[in-house]
Structures are given as structure tokens and as C-alpha cells.
């Protein structure tokens, strides 16, 4: 699986942004998408999750702002980010979790390369 993340860039506290990851390859073993993010100095952070059944977890920082989103047609996963804060500045990075059962059960991550989010106050 390979993941294309774009949609970074430059926003004001209080604005909107959307990113987008598009997947490509063996797209049949996502069993869910999700956006992390990392700023320098910390540890990567599970923002939010979107399960193959549609289900989804949110980071407590980010519930009622962010929303991730997928348009299976186009193998594209969004994370659409409203009411940003200068606290939500960091390089937001996509991820595939994927399983695959034939010959035997493999379960894997692939990561898509980061995008800078900046948001400025």
C-alpha cells in the first residue's frame, strides 16, 4: 500500500483545512485509516481512526473540530480540520492498517510521508 498525503500549509487560529490522503496498491487489505500528527520533541499521535465498518476515534483534543472522512471511489482518505489552534501545528502523517489472511494472517502499517500543518495565532 502506498499513501500520498497533501494539504498542508499555512492557516490562522480559528480557520479550516483539509487534508487528504490517497491510497494505491492492495487497497482490498485497509482494515482502517488514520492521521497522526508529531511535533519535534514528542512523541506521534493518534489524531484520528476510520475503520473499514465505518467506525470512528477521535484524539479528546481534536473531537467536535476534526473529522476524518474517506470517499472510496476516489481511495482517498480526508481529515477535515476546523477551528484550528495553534496547538494543532505539527506534520500530520496518514497510515493504512491492513490485514491480510492468505496464506496466513499479516497485519501491517504503512505510512504516508508527512504534511506540515501550521497554524498561526
Known amino acids: 500500500v502506498q499513501l500520498q498525503a497533501s494539504g498542508g500549509g499555512l492557516v490562522q487560529a480559528g480557520g479550516s483545512l483539509r487534508l487528504s490522503c490517497a491510497a494505491s496498491?492492495?487497497?482490498?487489505?485497509?482494515?482502517?485509516m488514520e492521521w497522526y500528527r508529531q511535533v519535534p520533541g514528542k512523541e506521534r499521535e493518534l489524531v484520528a481512526r476510520l475503520a473499514k465498518g465505518g467506525s470512528t476515534n477521535y484524539a479528546d483534543s481534536v473531537k467536535g473540530r476534526f473529522t476524518i472522512a474517506r470517499d472510496n471511489a476516489q481511495n482517498t482518505a480526508y481529515l477535515h480540520m476546523s477551528s484550528l489552534k495553534p496547538e494543532d501545528t505539527a506534520v500530520y502523517y496518514c497510515?493504512?492498517?491492513?490485514?491480510?489472511?492468505?496464506?496466513?494472517?499479516?497485519?501491517?502499517?504503512?505510512w504516508g510521508q508527512g504534511t506540515l500543518v501550521t497554524v498561526s495565532s
Open positions: 497510515a493504512a492498517d491492513t490485514l491480510k489472511v492468505d496464506p496466513t494472517p499479516v497485519a501491517a502499517r504503512y
Open positions: 496498491g492492495e487497497i482490498f487489505s485497509i482494515n482502517a
